[in-house]
Structure formats: C-alpha cells, structure tokens
C-alpha cells in the first residue's frame, strides 16, 4: 500500500483578481520506504505540492489518502497525524540558536508525548542525535555549531519521533557541497527504518539518489523517472 496517494489535487491561492491556480489536477503515490524528489522551476508548485502532502495547507479539490485512509479535514486531526507520522526538514533549518541540541530535538515530543517524563524525553532526544554522528553535541548551544552540524540537528529533530514520512524543502539549497552530501546520505539512510522521504530540490545530485524524480512545471506533473540503481548506489 502507498504511503500517500493523491488523485486530481489542486490548489487556488486567494481570490478574484488575485487568484492564482498553484497546482492543477496532479496525482501522485508514494510508497512505504521510497525516496521521491520533486524538481521544477521557482513557482512550479513544489511547496504547495510539499504542503498538501504534507498536511499543512489544506486542498482545494482533490483526494488524498494517507495510509489508504481520506486525509482527515478537522485541524486536530491532522495535526496529531502531523506530529506522529510526518517529519518536516526546512532550508532554514529552523533552529533554536540560543537552546541546547537537546531542547532543539525535543520540540516535537512535546506535542506528541507531552505526558513522558523529562529523562525519557532526554533518552529519545540522545538517540536521534546519535543517529546523525552528533551525540558529543546534545547539551551545546546550537549557536556553536557549523552549518552542517546544525542541519543535522534539524534532521535529529525531524526524526524523534521516528516518522514515516519525511518532509524536505529544499534540504541542502545553503549548504556547501561537501555537507550537502553528507546530509542527503542521512537523509537517504531514513529508508532503511522504513520511512519515506519526499524532498523538492533545485540540485539534480539530490534528485539521482532518489528511488524516483518527479518533474513539476507550471503547476502540473511533467515528467517522471525511476532511478533504478537509487537505493543501492547510496
Ligand atoms: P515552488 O515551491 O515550486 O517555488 P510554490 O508552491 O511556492 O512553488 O508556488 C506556486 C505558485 O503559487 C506561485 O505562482 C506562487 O507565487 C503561488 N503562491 C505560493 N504561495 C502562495 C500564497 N500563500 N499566496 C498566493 N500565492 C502563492
Ligand atoms: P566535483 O565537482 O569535484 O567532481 P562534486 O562534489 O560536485 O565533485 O560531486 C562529487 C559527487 O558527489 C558527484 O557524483 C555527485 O553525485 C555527488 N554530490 C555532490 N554534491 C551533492 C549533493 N549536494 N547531493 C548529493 N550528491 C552530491
């Protein structure tokens, strides 16, 4: 079964004269364990794409199944769905400078598991931040990392609560290319638990190491390609 499976969704920003038609009728699977990067010029609709998929924006018309199940409608629902199932990684990074590696990761246990105690949170906190090489980091400031380092935090966080799916806008876009290889390998490595991942990106590097490239134009699905030698050659 697909992970997510959107049939005909489009997106309308605004109104009248100010309308615009995002997203036109795009249908698009992805399955348990797939890696598929979204490619296309600025304003081809690859965030609005990210944001339907990923539940932070809601459809205009459209289907879209998560686990076989209608994405649900009411905010709460779909927040717990976010919080439990989806890991989101931004360009940005998104992280608290002046907060330790720890708060960093924790954020999103606090929502999903706002009930476990401090010493579990810290434990989960300890494992992600293992699992991306950082485990010597978890009580500095995120201030005194690299660039890298903190791009990896952002995935140690995207990651606590193990989701399955990720979430990547644009991942490696301020990163020099050495680090951005390192981060997409990590990224990548996601599949081996099981989690899909789903990354827009302008860099074609990012994209041959995904199971599957989906090229977008002018709010419509392209094109669309399978590496086969995606899961092996990484
Ligand atoms: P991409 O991520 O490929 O650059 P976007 O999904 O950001 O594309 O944008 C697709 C189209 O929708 C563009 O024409 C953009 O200007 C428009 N758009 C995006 N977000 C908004 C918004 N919040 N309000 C109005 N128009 C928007
Ligand atoms: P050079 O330009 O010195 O040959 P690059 O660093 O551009 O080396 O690329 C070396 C290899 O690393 C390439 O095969 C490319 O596929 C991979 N690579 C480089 N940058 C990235 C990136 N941002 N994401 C994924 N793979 C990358």
């Known amino acids: 079964m697909a992970l997510l499976r959107a049939s005909g969704l489009s997106k309308t920003y605004g109104q009248g004269r100010l309308r615009v038609e995002a997203l036109r009728e795009v249908s698009l699977s992805v399955g348990v364990g797939e ?107 995120a201030a005194e990392l690299s660039g890298g380092e903190r791009q990896r935090v952002a995935i140690a966080r995207a990651l606590v609560n193990e989701p399955h799916l990720v979430i990547a806008d644009e991942p490696t876009a301020a990163l020099d290319l050495a680090t951005a290889r390192e981060i997409v390998t990590l990224l990548l490595s996601m599949r081996q638990r099981g989690a899909s991942i789903l990354v827009a990106t302008h860099d074609p590097r990012v994209a041959e190491r995904c199971d599957r490239v989906v090229a977008m134009s002018d709010g419509g699905l392209a094109a669309e390609r399978t590496n086969p030698h995606a899961a092996t050659g990484n």
């Not at 459809?59 to 927040?79: F, N, Q, Y």
């Not at 998104?94 to 105690?117: F, K, M, Q």
């Open 35 to 141: 890696a598929v990067a979204l490619m296309g010029p600025s304003g081809c609709g690859k965030s609005t794409l990210l944001n339907l998929l990923g539940l932070t924006l809601p459809v205009t018309s459209g289907e879209l199944l998560v686990r076989g199940e209608p994405a649900p409608t009411r905010e709460r629902d779909r927040a717990r769905l976010r919080n439990e199932f989806f890991g989101y990684l931004h360009q940005e990074f998104a992280i608290v400078e002046s907060d330790t590696v720890a708060a960093n990761v924790t954020i999103p246990l606090e929502y999903t598991r706002p009930r476990i105690g401090r010493r579990q949170r810290l434990e989960r906190a300890r494992r992600a931040v293992e699992s991306v090489g950082l485990g010597w980091a978890l009580r500095r400031r």
